[in-house]
């Protein structure tokens, strides 16, 4: 069924494509409801026929994905999940990726959001990843969710000498100082690694600015594929690691599978939605073509566009 | 006097903003932080002010029956029921009279907008919102099998706010996110085209960058053009994306400065 689907939606789409490309030769401009329609095929069809990539991992993700697992067991990783449900589909995948990640490696992870929509979807990879998947971990000694507080950088400021101030409990209200985790944690200085998932403000930017640099912690980040480009220049001091959009989510999921024979049958959202998406681009790239053959093919004829 | 007092309150606060980051005394540190507390004060105030807001816009909307009237309705219905169903959450698997005391709840703000958007006769939608408060008050007072949460786990776990988030907001957000990648398609045919150099380095960077996601060149081709795109990003992009940080640093100084020394006074309105 799927390799019937894949031939069938590579006939459909390329068969269309080199149809336009033949108008398009004949000096004839593309409708945008064509390109929405061949958008829409090039979408839907790999979610329907499952089609899906192997990931090889950029540079940058290996990075972070080393740094994870170069840890040793016990190490205290910060997760901040400071996005919207507009930045979930390709930040979702990664939380729930390098959450899987830090528990297999007997890192303690603590949860927070500068996002007031972030502490809805912390919870969702609490109750859909964590709790299911390490049933053995413990509330307060492996994991510990202290929520969202507002403040944007004003929390940074404090957590980053003291982290109780800000959060003096979890987000059950009970006192963080009672927690096992929270013993050895006084402030963002005591954390062996800060992951900051967003991509608005605030978000990884302001983790480095603000906690990474002045407490002398390793930052790695996961932001929406938009985002990516503008931390480049993070990258490797600053940061330590970047996962940009659903590529970057992909690839880390793949690294996942491949090291750990206990992910092999995870929940692959990022390689999953890495079929659309490539199927997408490769289409938009032939529009580009297209359109610029239209472009030059107008111009010889002496058209004014 | 309106003008120079928050004028001297600026100067004052945002030079001991700045000379405080290089004291590293515990007064000093005191004093950064008390003063961080105002930000959650005015916060919370701002908030307030915005829902306010919010509502009194929408009451206007509806008594002036502007385009789209209705649709106030459904954002005041939104934003009320939210806030009650994060602050609300069952105890067992009983509903009781909950979906009842949401009803009256909604329908108390629904009949208040209605009093406040009237011209005459407001005595018939007061009396109703009065009834339908009184109503949900009674039920919250009597019914045991909801409580109210305030900020915990158990109201974030609430059944109804978990399915507005997660089937409500979650695909309406998804879905306008999603939409770009339609006008981007659409953008990209019309907008990308090599009509002099810089368009086309432009173009050509573009497609390279974008064809690291084919799978299907092969392990040379592949690799090459993995290696092509990084050095798109780390390079040229570091370069632009480096010049954009420090130019806007300089400029969030400069701002600060106007700010601080009273030049830039947008803040305090038009007074």
Redesign the interface.
Known sequence: MTNIGVILTLIVIFGGLLWLLVRSISGRE?D?RI??L???VS?AAPIIFQIT??E?A??VVEALFANIDGLPAGSKVLISFDF??????EVQPMANAMSRHCLEKGHKIVFMSLWATG??LM??TLSRVILPEFPEKVNGVDYV?V?YK??NE?VL??IV?DFK?MFPTD???VPLDSTQLFRDIRSCADLDLIIALGGGRPGPKEWVLFVGDPADVPVGVGVAAVVA??L??YFPQQIVGILGGV?GAAEYEQLLIATHDRFVDMETPGIDM?GP??L??????A??V???IA??RSRSKGGSK | MKRQVPLVLVLLFGLFMIFQYFVPHESS?WV??FL?DW??II?IFALALGIWSLYVVSVDKVKTRKHDWGYSYVTLAGLFGMILFGFTARHGDEWGWYLIFVACVLLTVIMSVQAMAARINKGLPLGLAGLFLLGAVLIAVFDDTWSFYFY??EG??STM??AF??YI??P???T???LL??F???A???A????NLLASLL?IA??IV??R???YFGENV?EFI?RVS?WL??VP??AA??AI?IGVGLGIVATALKVILGIERGYMGKG
């Open positions: 593309v945008r390109i929405f061949f958008i829409f979408v990539f192997k090889r950029t540079p919207d449900p507009a930045m979930a589909p502490q809805s919870t969702t969710n929520g507002a403040g004003g400021n404090v000498s101030k987000v059950n209200g480009p503008q480049y220049p590529k890495m998406q490539t997408a681009h490769v289409v938009i790239m529009f580009i297209i359109g610029n472009f030059f | 540190e950064y932080e961080l930000i959650y916060g915990t786990q974030l776990q706010f978990r988030f997660d907001m979650m309406i957000l998804a306008i996110f999603s990648a339609f981007i398609a659409s990209a045919y019309r990308f085209r090599a009509r173009l573009a497609l974008m064809m996601f084919f799978p592949g993995a990084s990003m780390n992009n570091l994306q480096r940080i």
